[in-house]
């Protein structure tokens, strides 16, 4: 159980877990979306979350988003996109209660934001700045993400981890050859909620 007057959250990556992640195909890469236009909600993205509000979790979304500091959007763009996901989200009743990015790139960046800083995941910055604002017990909370990063994150932060990936991919063979592997590996957003409503009451 969460400690006295303690929130319980789920911490969510962004792109590849709330919303699809797009092909840039004049860039030949796939990223996040640089547009409003091509922000599209993950299937059942938008009940998962409706499901962790009614579960009593904070939903708190922590993401990377260089493409701010790379110039491929701007802050307003960026801010813009974030009004879409929640009319989406609200569509199903889903809401997140927090967004915290980090802007920066400490190669890649464009002037201020070219530095290397504690937020930028697999650091734990954005999950520790999470907590301190809605008063979170990292130990009750989860982290719920696609990649590695995500992985170290939540662990850094003392959260459960919850990976999103096929049960042989690549990722999984770079995570054992590095000694980290997530809490729960799962393959969709259903398996994350089943997840967490069976540890709900421990």
């Known amino acids: 159980m969460p400690k006295p007057n303690k929130n319980r959250a789920v911490f969510l990556d962004r792109d ?13 890469i796939i990223e996040t979306p640089f547009t409003v236009k091509q922000f599209k909600l993950k299937k059942n993205a938008g009940r998962m979350v409706r499901a962790i509000n009614r ?8 993401s990377n988003q260089p493409g701010v500091a790379m110039r491929h959007f701007s802050m307003q763009t960026l801010k813009a996109i974030d009004r879409k996901m929640a009319r989406e989200l609200g569509k199903s009743g889903g809401r997140l209660d927090g967004i915290f ?12 934001l070219k530095r290397k800083c504690s937020c930028r995941k697999p650091k734990p910055g954005l999950i520790f700045r999470a907590a ?5 017990d990292l130990k009750q909370s989860y982290m719920v993400g696609d990649s ?3 992985v170290q994150a939540g662990k ?11 049960l042989k ?11 980290i592997k997530p ?3 799962v393959k969709n957003l259903e398996s994350t909620l089943k997840i967490i409503k069976s540890r709900r009451s421990r």
């Not at 579960?55 to 922590?62: C, D, S, T």
């Not at 459960?160 to 096929?166: G, M, Q, R, S």
């Not at 991919?169 to 000694?179: E, N, P, S, T, W």
């Open 16 to 28: 590849g877990v709330i919303n699809e992640i797009i092909f840039h195909q004049e860039m030949g």
């Open 55 to 62: 579960l009593g979790f904070k939903a708190i979304l922590v």
């Open 148 to 150: 590695i990063l995500d």
């Open 101 to 112: 990015y980090c802007i920066h790139h400490p190669v890649k960046g464009l002037g201020p």
């Open 156 to 166: 850094a932060a003392g959260c459960k981890t919850i990976l999103i990936a096929h």
């Open 183 to 185: 809490d729960y590996l």
């Open 169 to 179: 991919c690549d990722l999984c063979h770079l995570m054992a050859k590095r000694g």
């Open 132 to 136: 301190r604002e809605f008063n979170i």
